[in-house]
């Protein structure tokens, strides 16, 4: 319920864009947590079904509506099923890359499109040497921390995340070559909004 909560949405625009792209409205929707991403691409017209390993979140998605089926995307039966679109939503990096592109590629209709995005969030400057001054107080040797220390971009941080999963669909030889779009948006958090967030994110310990 505090993932469902607290964790961004991603940006209008991104989703409109490849809805505009798919050859129709069928979208498989893997790692699809608490429904977040889901939810955006029903509302832009699409029909959408989950596959969700951790049960909890797959229920949490249920109350809002989303058809989901619990399994990981390696285990998962399509049952001759197949979709215009394949999205994943901060969550691939937890699909093995090669075998899951290729099993989406088996499951695309023709002309049909994978979509893996990725919220990459980046503080203030200020902000960013706060973070780093408690981080050294509170919790040095976190992963948090660390990357405060090394003072590297979070888009670089992630670009290794990014270079993985393009090799993964340029093995299985199915796709046209992969394109690297960028949406850059922004929102506030207030102190107790950022406190909520917090506990669902990586690197704290």
């Known amino acids: 319920e505090r993932y469902d909560r607290a964790r961004p949405w991603y940006p209008g ?5 490849i809805v ?4 129709g409205p069928d ?3 893997v790692g699809a947590g608490t ?3 889901a939810r955006q691409f029903r509302a832009a017209g699409c029909r959408v ?9 797959a229920d949490v998605a249920r109350r809002h509506g989303v058809d989901v089926e619990v399994a990981t995307f390696e285990a998962w039966d399509p049952a001759g099923r197949d979709f215009d679109a394949v999205v994943s939503g901060t969550a691939w990096h937890w699909v093995d890359p090669t075998s899951g592109a290729a099993k989406a590629a088996k499951v695309l209709r023709p002309e049909g499109r994978i979509a893996l995005f990725w919220n990459v969030g980046q503080t203030p400057d200020d902000v960013t040497k706060a973070f780093a001054s408690v981080y050294e107080r509170v919790a040095p040797s976190s992963m948090a921390a660390r990357g405060y220390r090394q003072g590297v971009p979070a888009i670089e941080g992630y670009s290794a995340i990014f270079d993985v ?3 993964g669909i340029e093995q299985t030889g199915a796709f046209a070559g992969p394109e690297r779009w960028r949406f850059d948006w922004k929102r506030e958090y207030t102190t107790d909004e950022w406190l909520e967030v917090l506990p669902t994110l990586g690197g704290q310990s």
Do not use: S, Y
């Open 13 to 17: 625009e991104m989703v409109d864009e």
């Open 20 to 23: 505009r792209k798919v050859p």
């Open 27 to 29: 979208v498989l929707d």
């Open 35 to 37: 429904g977040i991403e």
């Open 49 to 57: 079904l989950g596959v969700e390993p951790d049960q909890r979140m």
């Open 165 to 167: 999963a393009t090799d």
